[in-house]
Nanobody
Framework: QLQLVESGGGLVQPGGSLRLSCAASGFTLDYYAIGWFRQAPGKEREGVACISSSDGRTYYADSVKGRLTISRDNAKNTVYLQMNSLKPEDTAVYYC????????????????WGQGTQVTVSS
């Protein structure tokens, strides 16, 4: 059974950092592009970062450029999202998603999803 599990969320003060993890089970992430998405209450799900399977090409939403970094460790079958200089507007449930095709930040293009992890940025 293909499964993605996010972890690493929590409560952090503005300006702080968190590292989210997306661990895969039941399949090898090597062949999959991975996207990180977030959804705040009352808002649509939006893509924040993605990474290709073949050459590690990355792409970021303008709102997070320079603050968030996506990376992958195929040996650990895990993808990470390093989040620095966090702002209250980053508060959301964060999801990782996988697809065999590099699909950028379009959530409808991803086939496999994790259950999400809550990130709250507040003083």
């Amino acid at each position: 059974q293909l499964q993605l599990v996010e972890s690493g969320g929590g409560l952090v003060q503005p300006g702080g950092s968190l590292r989210l993890s997306c661990a895969a089970s039941g399949f090898t992430l090597d062949y999959y592009a991975i996207g990180w998405f977030r959804q705040a209450p009352g808002k649509e799900r939006e893509g924040v970062a993605c990474i290709s399977s073949s050459d590690g090409r990355t792409y970021y939403a303008d709102s997070v450029k320079g603050r968030l970094t996506i990376s992958r460790d195929n040996a650990k079958n895990t993808v990470y999202l390093q989040m620095n200089s966090l702002k209250p507007e980053d508060t959301a449930v964060y999801y990782c998603a996988a697809d065999l095709v590099y699909s950028g930040l379009y959530p409808e293009m991803y086939d496999y999803w994790g259950q999400g992890t809550q990130v709250t940025v507040s003083s």
